[in-house]
């Protein structure tokens, strides 16, 4: 791991908002753990690694994508045991999306129908995995520097917080550094709308900012604008990363 400062990121939002490919943008190598088939159009080269074949790949460039494709809890905590050896070259690691996964762990938990009882067991069996997933980046010699956890938004008590169930949403909150809230923004003059992250708690949104950097240069409201000529973003994920590190 390198002297910059690490990143844990829970982004959650609507569905078809963009969450996946701002996640995309996080430094790379990246490895994308994809719960809900969403990696099929990253503008990123992409590789398939399946867990259960063998180690990671190597000899990664930059600004490679490799997407395991996630189908039950088992396969993520077989995940973690590889990253956990530090064998690897992913700079960021990004689950998407914490909303699916969890529906996983719940099946692994019972197929009998889940019960008011069952959600201890869930909590233990989901906590430690995400701890040590999101506690990656501080292993001595991991070469991982960006967590990222995606999620679906919901209303709850009229707040808007990641879909996130049980006292697993809670936790999750102190984990992290931020967590953002991708929303549409204001419509452009050509009838286009641009998308922006906001890191800052307002309007009923669950949304705060650890590093306090990203909520003072931004005022809360980071834009995610799309450039149609160089299909780059305004601010991608590794930029940031490169703000909060100055």
Not at 61 to 67: L, P, R
Not at 145 to 150: A, R, Y
Not at 207 to 230: C, M, N, Q, S, Y
């Amino acid at each position: 791991m390198s002297d910059n400062k690490a990143w844990r990121l829970l982004l959650f939002g609507d569905a078809k908002t963009g969450k996946t490919s701002l996640a995309e943008t996080a430094p790379g190598p990246r490895l994308i753990l994809d719960a809900e088939g969403g990696t099929n159009w990253l503008s990123s080269k992409t590789i398939s690694w399946n867990p259960l074949d063998g180690p990671p790949p190597t000899d990664l460039d930059s600004n490679v994508s490799v997407v395991v494709q996630v189908f039950d809890w088992e396969l993520i905590d077989r995940i973690n045991n590889w990253l956990r050896k530090g064998e690897h070259e992913f700079k960021s690691v990004i689950l998407d999306s914490l909303t699916e996964i969890q529906k996983q762990a719940k099946r692994s938990v019972t197929d009998q129908g889940f019960k008011i009882q069952d959600w201890g067991s869930l909590y233990s069996l989901m906590d430690p995995v995400l701890r040590e997933l999101r506690d990656l980046t501080h292993i001595p010699g991991s070469p991982v520097e960006c967590v990222v956890l995606v999620a679906l938004a919901n209303t709850r008590e009229d707040r808007t917080v990641p879909d996130i169930q049980g006292s697993m949403a809670r936790a999750l909150a102190g984990q992290v550094d931020t967590i953002g809230y991708l929303r549409p923004g204001a419509m452009s003059s050509d009838g286009t709308v641009d998308r922006e992250m906001l890191v800052d708690a307002r309007q009923g949104i669950a949304a705060g900012d650890r590093t306090k950097v990203l909520r003072r240069t931004f005022h809360g409201v980071i834009p995610v604008a799309l450039d149609d000529e160089t299909d780059k973003l305004s601010w991608s994920l590794a930029e940031l990363m490169d703000l909060i590190n100055q």
